[in-house]
């Protein structure tokens, strides 16, 4: 069975300054790897997607991913934070087939003015 | 989202009355999910469905039903509503499975009192 683990529940950081948001994930089989952001009363929105191809997957909002299948991980980095990145943010694994997309338990980014 | 939206935004019912969720899409999408987001759970699959009339259990089904017969709408029904099922719901859509990402709508908060 599939499951992720996001390391940190929450994680401040003060703006302007660097983040990196943790994701592991366990699979017996190849998987496509998702980020998605939530902000305050929404909805989730897609961030960015790793289905093949090059492991560094830019996204929306400055924000990048790197897969690295040996340690099978899909952490999320972004260079300089801003206030308006504050939000809970979900990693998220589904096998390449027509299943079920398992979510993590989310992180919390504050950022810091 | 504009392509998909849900209703209502906000209610607050009685335990052991029935209540029913409606997801509205434009977009034409196959699938469509039904979540529930609680703190320390993250997001947990209540039903799905992959078609009009074609719908099946996710993690979390017991105490809900869900109806699908048109393409652009998918109710999820409380039977009788209990106060464990006080939650945020959300809907999301994809167009083929999960495997290019979905779109949520913005949730129905729910207060069973």
């Known amino acids: 069975a599939q499951s992720v683990t996001q390391l940190d529940s929450q994680v401040p950081v003060f703006e302007e300054a660097p983040v990196e948001l943790r994701c592991n994930y366990s699979?017996?089989?190849?998987?496509?790897l998702f980020w998605y952001v939530q902000y305050p009363n929404q909805g989730l929105q897609l961030l960015l997607k790793?289905?093949?191809?090059?492991?560094l997957v830019k996204g929306i909002n400055g924000f990048e991913a790197e897969f690295n299948k040996s340690q099978t991980s899909f952490h999320l980095r972004k260079p300089s934070v801003h206030i308006s990145d504050t939000a809970e943010y979900f990693c998220?694994?589904?096998?390449?087939?027509?299943?079920?997309?398992?979510f993590g338990p989310g992180t919390s980014l504050s950022v810091i003015p | 989202d504009a392509g998909i939206t849900q209703s209502p935004r906000h209610k607050v019912t009685e335990t052991g009355t029935p209540v029913t969720l409606r997801c509205h899409q434009t977009e034409n999408h196959r699938y469509m999910y039904w979540y529930r987001q609680d703190p320390g759970h993250g997001l947990r699959l209540i039903h799905y469905s992959y078609g009009v009339k074609d719908t099946d259990k996710g993690e979390v089904s017991d105490g809900y039903s869900v109806s699908r017969s048109k393409t652009e709408d998918f109710l999820l029904t409380l039977e009788s509503a209990t106060s464990s099922q006080t939650s945020v719901y959300f809907c999301?859509?994809?167009?083929?499975?999960?495997?290019?990402?979905?779109?949520f709508g913005s949730g129905t908060r729910l207060t069973v009192v």
């Open positions: 998220a694994v589904i096998k390449t087939s027509y299943d079920k997309v398992i």
């Open positions: 790793y289905l093949s191809g090059s492991t």
């Open positions: 699979s017996s089989v190849s998987v496509y």
């Open positions: 999301a859509i994809s167009e083929e499975g999960g495997t290019y990402g979905y779109t």
